[in-house]
């Protein structure tokens, strides 16, 4: 009785050992790829097998691809594809149910070297999800799988589910760390090349008019104490018009910080004056069509604004279009604008942030703005198609 106690005993630590080494990689291992290893490394050990393999499911779900394995040469490791539903692997990651084979098993996948005599197939499930399988076979009569083998590859396969799970969440977010930190390094160069371009444009425009300004006024003042009311008063009307020019030309810097029209008026009326300037401009006509949206925030509504702007603006500049079209569309989960027209188009390919000054934010930074907010924009062009530009921004990101 005491030495069936132990035996049993002896068998249930045989089977938690590997299942806590396991559960210590989750907590210890976050690398995908060295996880796998470790995973095929464990199951080969405890099942005795001659060769492990770790498939996963690809993004669309259709297919298996080996991720790591012992005892498989490379180019069979990087090249065996099985669909799911087809061959043992395929079935079991479509049926969600672990097979026991015993006896000769005939593979059809490219994965087979040489003939198996036992091998056993465990789905890797997460929340009722396949997201990959574990084979392990053997080569040799002796010493085949028992159900106890598939038993302890069953738990391990649910455990290693769990860390792959947690493998992946945690490139995830790496990658969306690396993402973010690339947009905000692009938005802070864009914005300190934005405060660039206003200081010499200020500097070009208005500082020289208004020191234009002040000489006519110091000449009015000399010809007023010379007793020339009539030459001194032109030199007055000149540094009135000079300063009228500097008034006007501050009034459109400032627009193009933050457009009044945005926050007295509404984005639909906004880009409205916007196209109706670009109208009266160039002559060429721009529809206008779909449904102001309805509770955006202001950085919502800048983005929208931008991006129509900086189109428009690449259009009067660039494209020699005849036509322009322009759709604003909103629903439950997300904005999208659409700025299309019929002019030269350009090559998209030889265009990247890094050969493209962001001059008022051009549309490959906002590109940048827009992912910060969940959504994307898209440019869509080639030599003498015309261009398309689509904004989305899902709104369940309205929160800025």
Not at 79 to 99: D, F
């Amino acid at each position: 009785m005491v030495k069936q106690e132990v035996t049993t005993e002896s068998l249930r630590l045989k089977t938690l050992l590997p299942l806590f080494e396991v559960s210590s990689a989750i907590v210890s291992e976050v690398k995908l790829d060295r996880l796998l290893n470790l995973i095929v490394q464990v199951v080969n050990r405890e099942t005795r097998a001659d060769r492990v393999s770790l498939m996963l499911t690809d993004r669309s779900g259709r297919e298996l691809t080996i991720r790591a394995a012992v005892g498989l040469p490379e180019d069979i490791m990087h090249s065996a594809v099985e669909r799911i539903g087809e061959g043992i692997a395929g079935s079991v990651a479509q049926t969600g149910k672990p097979l026991l084979l015993q006896g000769t098993v005939k593979r059809d996948d490219r994965a087979s070297t040489g003939e198996v005599r036992s091998a056993l197939c465990v789905p890797l499930m997460v929340r009722g999800r396949v997201i990959g399988v574990i084979n392990s076979s053997k080569t040799s009569e002796h010493n085949p799988f028992t159900e106890s083998d598939l038993e302890l590859l069953s738990i391990l396969a649910s455990q290693a589910a769990i860390a792959i799970e947690n493998a992946r969440l945690f490139r995830s977010v790496e990658d969306q760390q690396a993402r973010l930190e690339q947009l905000l390094r692009q938005l802070l160069k864009a914005q300190e090349e934005e405060r660039e371009r206003i200081s010499a444009e200020v500097h070009d425009s208005v500082a020289q008019w208004m020191v234009s300004a002040s000489y006519y006024t110091q000449s009015a003042d000399a010809l007023i104490a010379e007793s020339q009311p009539d030459q001194a008063r032109r030199e007055l009307e000149n540094a009135t018009r000079i300063i009228g020019q500097s008034v006007k030309e501050l009034r459109r810097i400032i627009a193009d910080l933050y457009p009044p029209a945005l926050s007295e008026l509404g984005l639909w009326e906004a880009l409205r004056q916007n196209i109706d300037c670009f109208e009266r401009e160039t002559s060429v006509p721009c529809s206008f069509e779909g449904k102001a949206p309805l509770g955006l925030s202001p950085a919502h509504e800048i983005v929208v604004y931008r991006v129509v702007q900086e189109a428009l603006n690449n259009i009067r500049k660039h494209a020699c279009a005849s036509q322009v079209g322009i759709i604003l569309n909103s629903c439950a989960d997300q904005v999208s604008i659409e700025i299309r027209d019929d002019g030269k188009g350009f090559d998209v390919a030889s265009v990247t942030v890094e050969t493209v000054a962001p001059t008022k934010m051009g549309l490959l930074t906002m590109k940048g703005r827009a992912e910060m907010l969940g959504g994307d924009l898209s440019i869509e062009t080639s030599e003498g198609a015309g261009t398309r530009v689509l904004l989305t921004i899902p709104l369940s990101a309205n929160r800025l």
